[in-house]
């Protein structure tokens, strides 16, 4: 039987949720001993081969819409400190990530998940992600409706379910009623975004969106979907995907390649086949985008409550800060906490009276609730840390470039996101930042060197447009000069209020290709 490639082959050979029987008897074996096939299996079950691929992985947990309990994030703080170096990730997905695990670790650390209510099943691999949400859903005084009830719907439905076991590629869900695209809805396969129809609340939808090195904006789709259509919309949606979806070369088989040969109007069609008649027309509810950050304290729909919104530096917090913060959620709120795809924290429910003793706490001085404007909005991948692809370290270049340009430019007065990604897969966003910088590796005399590219002035929410590129590499010796320059650049031309992206949009981009050109290399 021909296979347009390896993984393909792989999936045919056994579904990658069959890994689970084999874990106990792989974790006997030296990782150059595991068979390819299997290693790829493993992401099924949410572990996911790191560099240096010596036997050691991440086990990467689900938490929808960002949702984790006291309860939870103490099981996790304490998985983290026996097994992954005392650290825990948040991921630009909500999800969690442990690193440095075996997988003899692994057959404790899965049943344990499970004992708490928590999942690895499908959290890589081609299928259905974790659903990306409004970390507010249910305490957000700006939602149309509470999302949480749909979120579990559609979650429970894909999770660990053998008819889309063997997709194309991964497909990533995001539903959020929240009017500022807390979902980064036009990156996803499928987006659910809020509407209102003849007064009725509901969804406008987006198909085909995604990032890597061929970025796509998702497409709208003409339907208005009642908050009881959403998963047969999902569902007919994933269907479509599995169904004809490309399998032959891995890097063109994302929905977002079919979508854009069928057209969004074939597309809708297709749905609309499986699902049954779908009312059309409403308004999108739709204001600024926020970035996926809900820093400081803001009160809760639910009277004489507030959420805290703080900071982890570099997406990263010890697992002993972790089980702090379980502990103040218990003992300030009623034990609930957030992710956010920013890889950031929330508390809820904290009562107004008491928010003042809790963010005296001194944990707060090392994950602060007004974090800078460079160190607090930006974003960085995995990097060379653990990644496969990334050449180069990022969380802390970016963090010591950040730290820098907050130095540089105290009189800034709003965010400007830096994202860093470390290769071309795009991991953490750079089409979507203010800056977007790329890392890579170039030969400069009989050295090799870390170097860059750039883009600019990408956004999400109204009028969402990717970052346009740069020409040229700078090294990184030239990088902190290059930003500076560029930044100095929007401040001699911003308007009142203008961010950055906004100066962009009105400017020639042969401004910023001038300034570009006198860092990078020849």
Not at 250 to 278: M, N, P, W, Y
Not at 310 to 339: M, S, V, W, Y
Not at 501 to 506: A, E, G, L
Request: a neutral charge; hydrophobic letters at 40%.
């Amino acid at each position: 039987m021909e296979f347009g490639n390896r993984n393909e082959k792989w999936k045919y050979e056994k579904d990658g949720l069959e890994i689970f029987k084999d874990i106990e008897a792989l974790s006997t074996k030296e990782f150059k001993e595991i068979d390819p096939g299997d290693v790829e299996r493993l992401k099924w079950a949410g572990i996911y081969a790191q560099r240096p691929r010596d036997g050691h992985f991440l086990v990467r947990v689900k938490l929808p819409s960002g949702q984790v309990t006291a309860p939870q994030a103490k099981v996790l703080a304490a998985l983290a400190q026996e097994y992954g170096k005392g650290e825990i990730q948040i991921t630009i997905r909500q999800a969690v990530q442990i690193h440095n695990i075996t997988l003899k670790d692994a057959l404790d650390i899965l049943p344990r998940l499970q004992a708490v209510g928590l999942s690895s099943v499908e959290a890589c691999g081609d299928v259905p992600r974790t659903i990306l949400g409004n970390p507010l859903a249910g305490i957000d005084a700006e939602e149309l409706l509470d999302t949480r009830p749909i979120v579990e719907e559609v979650f429970r439905f894909f999770l660990g379910n053998p008819d889309f076991s063997n997709l194309p590629r991964k497909f990533k869900i995001s539903i959020s009623a929240n009017p500022h695209d807390a979902g980064f809805a036009r990156i996803n396969d499928l987006a659910f975004v809020p509407a209102r129809l003849d007064g009725e609340v509901g969804f406008h939808a987006y198909i085909g969106g995604g990032l890597s090195a061929e970025p796509h904006l998702a497409q709208k789709l003409p339907f208005f979907i009642r908050p009881e259509e959403v998963l047969k919309v999902a569902k007919a949606d994933a269907t479509l995907f599995r169904d004809e979806g490309y399998r032959e070369k891995r890097s063109h088989c994302r929905l977002k390649f079919l979508v854009e040969d069928l057209g969004i109007a074939k597309a809708a069609e297709k749905i609309e086949a499986q699902t049954g008649e779908l009312r059309r027309g409403g308004e999108e509810i739709t204001k600024d985008w926020n970035y996926g950050r809900f820093y400081g304290v803001h009160v809760q729909k639910q009277a004489g409550l507030v959420y805290v919104g703080l900071h982890l530096p570099n997406g990263h917090i010890q697992a002993k800060d972790l089980a702090r913060f379980a502990e103040l959620a218990e003992t300030f709120g009623q034990g609930r906490l957030r992710t956010t795809n920013s890889q950031n924290l929330i508390l809820l429910d904290i009562p107004k009276e008491k928010a003042a003793e809790l963010t005296a706490e001194e944990i707060f001085t090392r994950y602060p609730l007004a974090p800078g404007f460079f160190t607090g909005y930006a974003s960085s991948c995995t990097g060379n840390a653990y990644c496969n692809f990334a050449p180069i370290e990022t969380k802390h270049r970016l963090q010591k470039l950040t730290t820098a340009m907050e130095k540089t430019f105290p009189e800034i007065g709003l965010p400007l996101r830096i994202n860093l990604t470390g290769c071309s897969h795009a991991c953490a966003q750079p089409q979507l930042a203010d800056i977007g910088l790329t890392g890579g590796r170039a030969k400069v005399g009989e050295n090799i060197i870390d170097v860059y590219t750039l883009q600019l002035g990408g956004h999400l929410g109204p009028n969402a447009v990717f970052a346009q590129k740069l020409e040229g590499k700078i090294p990184d010796d030239q990088l902190d000069a290059c930003i500076r320059a560029l930044i100095a650049k929007y401040l001699e031309l911003r308007q009142a209020g203008e961010s950055f992206h906004q100066v962009i949009s009105r400017t020639d981009i042969s401004v910023w290709q001038e300034i570009v050109r006198n860092y990078a290399l020849s």
